[in-house]
């Protein structure tokens, strides 16, 4: 890439990607430090090994919606709007961080693409982002009933736990390739001009840094998210409820990827925990803490939709 342009895009691009390993490859690996089977750079190297397997396998759906499913435009002007939402989607995730309300990268540049679009006076696939706001508004009941049948159900013996653990939590990491990873390779594919979508698999580089760079950032992201998942967040975890998270979670997410629509891959856990802690009662849920991060979801999506427009109409003029 020659231009500077490209250029600033890019190095942007690549700071989403480690970012998403702080907030995301965190998550993953904090939710199941109860159940001590893998090691969290175990957990780590198997989530990067599934996000460059998927996408080379051309199964990169939720990336092409991402791209240019949500707003279709010529590469340039995707790799612009792209831009203005990514740009939107960080301020809205620092300013919610700030305020002690961890939030979902996916719901937020989400937002910030769409809001960039209508700023801009582009063309907005406004049936195509309603099936994505619907299926990730869903995600999480879905992950909490599942969470709660599994539990309830006694599917996973407590003598099974530690060989389930491995089974879900490479599940865990298939689901995320699978969809909210995906984020990565649409913000990398916009900077770079490079096509992305269902049968289109990233360069090979891409494939190569994008896992590296989110190691990275899931190495750092454990210990902030140990606290808002199992560690002292919505649940009091025991080993079965989160093999039971870890499990419902995946399916949840692997379910969206069959139609391309991009999920929150942490609010799919914490419906998840929430439904697995139901069934030793109601007051084994720590709801002041779900319900703030229930509080930063609703926030998110017209947060950086605003901030996305504004953004836009910005572009727009120049």
Request: contains cysteine.
């Amino acid at each position: 890439m020659t231009d500077p342009l490209g250029l600033v895009f890019l190095v942007a691009a690549l700071g989403f990607v480690v970012l998403n390993g702080v907030n995301d490859g965190g998550a993953l690996v904090a939710a199941s430090l109860k159940t001590p089977v893998l090691r969290p750079l175990t957990v780590i190297g198997l989530i990067c090994a599934t996000l460059a397997l998927v996408p080379a396998l051309g199964a990169a759906a939720v990336a092409g919606t991402l791209a240019d499913g949500l707003v279709p435009a010529d590469p340039s002007t995707r790799r612009t709007l792209l831009a203005a939402g990514l740009a939107a989607c960080l301020l809205v995730v620092g300013l919610l961080n700030r305020r002690g309300l961890p939030t979902s990268l996916t719901l937020a540049l989400v937002g910030g693409v769409v809001g960039a679009g209508v700023g801009a006076g582009e063309s907005v696939e406004w049936s195509r982002v309603g099936v994505v706001v619907l299926v990730g508004i869903a995600a999480p009941f879905v992950g909490g009933a599942l969470g709660l049948a599994l539990r309830g159900l006694g599917a996973i013996p407590r003598s099974r736990v530690r060989s389930a653990h491995v089974v879900t939590v490479a599940g865990q990491a298939l689901a995320y390739a699978a969809n909210d990873g995906q984020k990565t390779y649409a913000a990398m594919a916009a900077a770079t001009l490079a096509p992305v979508g269902a049968g289109v698999a990233p360069p090979v580089w891409m494939l190569v840094v994008v896992p590296v760079l989110f190691g990275v950032g899931a190495a750092l992201g454990v210990r902030r998210a140990r606290g808002t998942l199992a560690g002292g967040g919505v649940l009091r975890t025991r080993p079965r409820d989160e093999v039971a998270a870890e499990a419902a979670s995946a399916v949840a997410v692997l379910g969206s990827s069959a139609v391309g629509a991009p999920v929150s891959m942490t609010q799919s856990i914490v419906g998840s925990l929430v439904g697995a802690g139901l069934t030793r009662g109601r007051r084994h849920v720590r709801w002041r803490a779900a319900g703030r991060l229930v509080l930063a979801w609703v926030l998110t999506l017209p947060s950086s939709a605003l901030a996305g427009v504004v953004l836009g109409a910005m572009l727009g003029l120049l």
